[in-house]
């Protein structure tokens, strides 16, 4: 079981990008999925997720009302979509799928790099 990730690359600065994480080999239905992001030289923060038990998405305060995760079930993807990008937020993004109970697991994509610059 494992996670593909896809879509990142370089862009300009004011651009957008749309991140996709496809599971393979499980379900993320009752998971909460998240995705992550590490700078250079810094550790790994949460960017944004949503809570499997009511649905909820909660985001970083310094991605709010630029970036947007949804999910598609029927698919097993999970998505980032990212406007307004600046260097800031040059990072190599991870996606993770968390379900603490049993049957528990905790499975990170492999990360892809998105790098804003002009």
């Known amino acids: 079981a494992h996670f593909v990730e896809s879509g990142g690359g370089l862009v300009q600065p004011g651009g957008s990008l749309r991140l996709s994480c496809a599971a393979s080999?499980?379900?993320?239905?009752?998971?909460?999925v998240s995705w992550y992001r590490q700078a250079p030289g810094k550790g790994r923060e949460f960017v944004a997720g949503v809570i499997r038990v009511s649905g909820r998405t909660n985001y970083a305060d310094s991605v709010k009302g630029r970036f947007t995760i949804s999910l598609d079930y029927a698919k097993s993807t999970v998505y980032l979509q990212m406007n307004t990008l600046s260097p800031d937020d040059t990072a190599v993004y991870y996606c993770?799928?968390?379900?603490?109970?049993?049957?528990?697991?905790?499975?990170w994509g492999q990360g892809t790099q998105v790098t804003v610059s002009p």
């Open positions: 080999g499980f379900t993320f239905i009752r998971a909460d």
């Open positions: 993770n799928a968390k379900r603490e109970m049993f049957p528990s697991y905790d499975y």
